[in-house]
T-cell receptor, first 111, second 117 residues
Framework: GDSVTQMEGPVTLSEEAFLTINCTYT??????LFWYVQYPGEGLQLLLK?????DKGSNKGFEATYRKETTSFHLEKGSVQVSDSAVYFC??????????FGKGTRLSVIA | NAGVTQTPKFQVLKTGQSMTLQCAQD?????MYWYRQDPGMGLRLIYY???????DKGEVPNGYNVSRLNKREFSLRLESAAPSQTSVYFC????????????????FGPGTRLLVL
């Protein structure tokens, strides 16, 4: 079945550091890919998405590129802020089915 | 729009007690979902409803029942709570459009924290 693997955390960075959170997937068909973010004490919210190969999703300074050849959708940000501290989930959907989530990566940014 | 709302926000139960978690959405979405979130496990799907009148099991349905009361509401019931059901429960909804190739955004509620003693 479909699955998502993302790097285990926690990830701790200093403010203004570069962030990469790796995400790879296995899917039948041609999935759409998503990054969701969960701030402390809240539900998940969509951060960005990409629906076909080579698409780049972007939002709030975060970017991820849909790489079909490497089955990856790594999340990047050039300069993180304390307010980016959260749990980040990679997810996919390859049919008229529920989202499949990775286990989440906790990011802590220190001033 | 309130989006996806969940009640209660927090609940403590004793082993064997029953309770129903309520979820409602005001976005006219056709699909609704219940997940549980546990440390190190990410989100695991309990049940979902692709449309009013239908429900399907997810990854971890044992010990739970659901009701899609109408298009807006999707409740999750624990008939006899167990300590293993201590978790944070999230409801979500999505509007599925067949022509849009699975790119629709899924919206989440704020969660219900459940502690079973």
């Amino acid at each position: 079945g479909d699955s998502v693997t993302q790097m285990e955390g926690p990830v701790t960075l200093s403010e203004e550091a570069f962030l990469t959170i790796n995400c790879t997937y296995t899917a039948t068909g041609y999935p759409s890919l998503f990054w969701y973010v969960q701030y402390p004490g809240e539900g998940l919210q969509l951060l960005l998405k990409a629906t076909k190969a080579d698409d780049k999703g972007s939002n709030k300074g975060f970017e991820a590129t849909y790489r079909k050849e490497t089955t990856s959708f790594h999340l990047e940000k050039g300069s993180v802020q304390v307010s980016d501290s959260a749990v980040y989930f990679c997810a996919l959907r390859s049919g008229n089915t529920p989202l499949v989530f990775g286990k989440g990566t906790r990011l802590s940014v220190i001033a | 729009n309130a989006g996806v709302t969940q009640t209660p926000k927090f609940q403590v139960l004793k082993t064997g007690q029953s309770m129903t978690l309520q979820c409602a959405q005001d976005m006219n979405h056709n699909s609704m979902y219940w997940y549980r979130q546990d440390p190190g496990m990410g989100l695991r799907l309990i049940y979902y409803s692709a449309s009013e009148g239908t429900t399907d099991k997810g990854e971890v349905p044992n010990g739970y029942n659901v009701s899609r009361l109408n298009k807006r509401e999707f409740s999750l019931r624990l008939e006899s709570a167990a300590p293993s059901q201590t978790s944070v429960y999230f409801c979500a909804s999505r509007h599925d459009v067949r022509s849009r190739r699975f790119q629709e955004t899924q919206y989440f509620g704020p969660g219900t924290r459940l502690l079973v003693l």
